[in-house]
């Protein structure tokens, strides 16, 4: 399995932006379709975001579509989230997560939490209204 580490969270103000990246080693990372997650205290994981293993195909939450953005970058074995204007309702902590599924187009949205094998820490992420 692949191994994952978040980084990039913090506190920020509601309107501001944060770039999570998820660093993978472990395995060969382009063979793996990658996700974003997040936890609110008290709320079920939340699937926020999905890539491809290409970078090629894209999926997002209604809840963050047009202001996050998913990416990666296989040659660093990275994954990342772009958060743009930001919401108190955003606070929560973030995971990356990992799935041997080769996935790709209509099939990203229906992930779910029990297909991906390998998950980060998570990294909190607080935004002050």
């Known amino acids: 399995q692949v191994q994952l580490v978040e980084s990039g969270g913090g506190l920020v103000q509601a309107g501001g932006s944060l770039r999570l990246s998820c660093a993978a080693s472990?395995?060969?990372?382009?063979?793996?379709?990658m996700g974003w997650f997040r936890q609110a205290p008290g709320k079920e994981r939340e699937f926020i975001a999905a890539?491809?293993?290409?970078?090629?195909?894209?999926y997002y939450a209604d809840s963050v579509k047009g202001r996050f953005t998913i990416s990666r970058d296989n040659a660093k074995n990275t994954l990342y989230l772009q958060m743009n204007s930001l919401k108190p309702k955003d606070t929560a902590v973030y995971y990356c997560?990992?799935?041997?599924?080769?996935?790709?187009?209509?099939?990203?949205?229906?992930?779910?939490?029990?297909?991906?094998?390998?998950w980060g820490q998570g990294t909190q992420v607080t935004v002050s209204s």
């Open positions: 472990g395995r060969t990372f382009s063979g793996y379709t």
């Open positions: 997560a990992a799935t041997p599924m080769l996935v790709s187009g209509s099939g990203l949205r229906q992930l779910r939490e029990a297909d991906f094998a390998s």
């Open positions: 890539i491809s293993w290409i970078g090629s195909r894209t």
